[in-house]
């Protein structure tokens, strides 16, 4: 008799502790669904098509802060960075003062500041070295993995490069290696890519991996800035417009 009773005092116990197991995972899955939920409207208020508003993020402390960089990490098949690294990221963008060079790698990933947004996006590499120059042979899409994305070429009449012209010599895809001037207007002085990056806000690291399109020797176009002037197609006569299209993923967070 008394074994019985052990025994099943035994089992109440065993019973008793699961069912507290699965009230506690229960709880633990909706607080985590909270802390998602939160991360994701946190997101909505600092996270813009060209990166991450730094003083929205110092604005939300340091709890909210790391947790909208994990949700925006996963969201973009970006792997997320560990607590020591979130802790380290805290620890230097939450003060105003610091000097804006910030470059936290993880993973093949890195996240870096420039003026008042921070990126997160793949590590610079030292590949780039050996990039060689790639031929435009007539394609409506020319992948360039190296630098991971693609030049789209779309015909259209009287608008962006000049057909005719291009084919006054070989048409190549090379990067930058400075000192480049562009002159997008007639009645406008050539200018270097530098002034005109820093114009459109293209952080530094960028710059670096971006196509820039020659006919022989000349600069005509540099996508997302525009045409050399004189390699304009006029109106009436074949044109392509040039498009960069990075492969790397630009999904909503809050969706």
């Not at 910030?102 to 093949?108: K, M, R, T, V």
């Not at 930058?176 to 002085?189: H, K, V, Y």
Request: glycine residues 10%; proline residues 7%.
């Amino acid at each position: 008799r008394r074994h019985t009773r052990c025994s099943r005092d035994w089992s109440s116990d065993v019973c008793s502790s699961d069912l507290a197991i699965g009230r506690s995972a229960a709880i633990l899955g909706e607080a985590a669904e909270l802390i998602e939920v939160l991360g994701r409207q946190d997101a909505e208020q600092v996270v813009t098509e060209d990166g991450i508003d730094l003083p929205g993020l110092r604005a939300l402390g340091e709890a909210r802060a790391r947790n909208v960089l994990r949700v925006y990490c996963r969201v973009r098949d970006i792997p997320s960075p560990g607590h020591a690294r979130l802790l380290e990221i805290w620890r230097q963008i939450r003060d105003p003062r610091r000097d804006s060079r910030i470059c936290i790698e993880w993973n093949g990933y890195a996240l870096m500041r420039y003026r008042s947004k921070i990126h997160i996006e793949k590590a610079p590499g030292d590949a780039l070295q050996d990039f060689e120059p790639v031929a435009w042979d007539g394609e409506t899409c020319l992948p360039l993995l190296p630098l991971g994305g693609e030049l789209s070429f779309r015909p259209e009449e009287g608008r962006g490069l000049s057909v005719d012209r291009l084919r006054s010599a070989p048409v190549l895809v090379r990067l930058r290696s400075g000192g480049e001037r562009l002159q997008m207007e007639a009645n406008r002085p050539r200018r270097t890519l530098k002034n005109l990056w820093q114009e459109r806000g293209m952080p530094p690291w960028r710059r670096d991996r971006h196509p820039l399109l020659y006919c022989g020797e000349e600069l005509v176009s540099v996508p997302g800035l525009g045409e050399d002037h004189r390699w304009r197609a006029r109106p009436g006569e074949r044109g392509v417009i040039v498009s960069w299209r990075p492969y790397e993923r630009r999904e909503n967070v809050s969706g």
